[in-house]
């Protein structure tokens, strides 16, 4: 089946920093990702549509501007979360659909991310 | 808006069947997954079924859907530890559209 990869799987940051996860898909193109965000013992929630070559749209209550996502190619999405804050500790994953299938997506393994 | 609900934990012992439930309030769901996450792992997709199904089933995985219930199950046969995990529903309408998740089932699988 197709393989969704993300990077890093884990990353430990000072607050303030910036962190950037990728999202790639590895034997298909992909020119809508999705990224979801997880905290502990809840469920996934969807924080932003990530398409090539045009601005994410991103759920209600998203900022943007603390989530930044580019989608430059068909094969890769990142996520930059800026100026972190242990608030934004959380496990990120990403998803992309694959064209032609039955609508499944496929899932990248998530980034767990702490922040100090 | 969306909404879709599961209990929260099921215990089970190795070799039972387990049988965890959803309920899901969009009635245009046109596709209804489940998903496996072990921990600290990403999210595998199990099975899925459409909505004009009743029933889907996958060796040992049996997905029942009642759409007059908006009702979701999914049944693991002679179940195994490894099968310990958290289990989600979700739902979609298809295409490129997004899904909707449940808060998920944990199931533990003793020996």
């Known amino acids: 089946g197709a393989v969704v990869s993300q990077h890093p799987s884990r990353v430990i940051c000072k607050s303030g920093t910036s962190v950037k996860i990728e999202c790639r898909s590895l034997d298909f193109q992909a020119t809508t990702m999705f990224w979801y965000r997880q905290f502990p013992k809840q469920s996934l929630m969807l924080m932003a549509t990530s398409n090539e070559g045009s601005k994410a749209t991103y759920e209600q209550g998203v900022e943007k501007d603390k989530f930044l996502i580019n989608h430059a190619s068909l094969t890769l999405s990142t996520l930059t979360v800026t100026s972190a804050h242990p608030e934004d500790s959380s496990f990120y994953i990403c998803s992309a659909p694959l064209f032609g299938g039955d609508n499944e997506q496929f899932f990248g393994p998530g980034t767990r991310l702490t922040v100090l | 808006g969306e909404d879709v609900e599961q209990s929260l934990f099921l215990s089970v012992r190795e070799g039972d069947s387990s049988v965890i439930n959803c309920t899901y309030t969009?009635?245009?769901?046109?596709?209804l997954y489940w998903y496996k996450q072990e921990p600290g792992a990403g999210l595998q997709l199990l099975t899925y079924i459409f909505s004009n199904m009743d029933m889907k089933q996958d060796q040992r995985l049996t997905v029942l859907l009642n759409k007059k219930d908006k009702h979701l199950s999914l049944r693991i046969a002679d179940t195994q530890t490894g099968d310990s995990a958290i289990y989600f529903c979700a739902e979609s309408m298809g295409g490129y559209s997004t899904l909707t998740f449940g808060k998920g089932t944990m199931l533990l699988v003793s020996p």
């Open positions: 969009d009635s245009s769901s046109t596709y």
